[in-house]
């Protein structure tokens, strides 16, 4: 709930047992009104709607800890391009910058293939 006007809002987890489409209209309404007002959102989500993600201006990914990228959402997909790694064309990027900073999953995406593949570390 938000009470009066605020220029900066730090929100964790809002879209818990919310379906896709009202975490969509409750993301796109805090966008407007920090557009509106000038101000700044942070909000963290766990996988969101490729609509969702769309949203965002900006991306701060996090992983064991440390900020693995952070700037536009623009140049998300290219800075793990230049790292080896490729978003299929029919993945989520919200779904891929999550698998691609995992132990598990992150192997299917490297595509050096003239470079053996070895897991990249969240610090590195």
Not at 4 to 10: C, E, K, S, V, W
Not at 99 to 123: C, G, H, L
Request: aromatic content about 10%.
């Amino acid at each position: 709930m938000l009470v009066g006007p605020a220029r900066a809002l730090f929100m964790d987890e809002i879209s818990t047992g919310l379906d896709s489409s009202t975490t969509f209209q409750i993301v796109n309404s805090l966008k407007q009104t920090v557009h509106i007002l000038n101000g700044t959102a942070i909000i963290s989500l766990l996988q969101p709607a490729p609509e969702t993600y769309d949203l965002f201006d900006d991306i701060i990914l996090l992983s064991d800890g440390v900020i693995v990228y952070q700037g536009p959402r623009e140049h998300v997909v290219s800075f793990f391009e230049s790292m080896g790694f490729r978003c299929p064309e029919r993945k989520g990027v919200a779904d891929f910058l999550q698998e691609v900073t995992s132990k598990k999953d992150q192997m299917q995406y490297w595509v050096r293939k003239d470079q053996p593949y070895r897991f990249i570390t969240a610090n590195e």
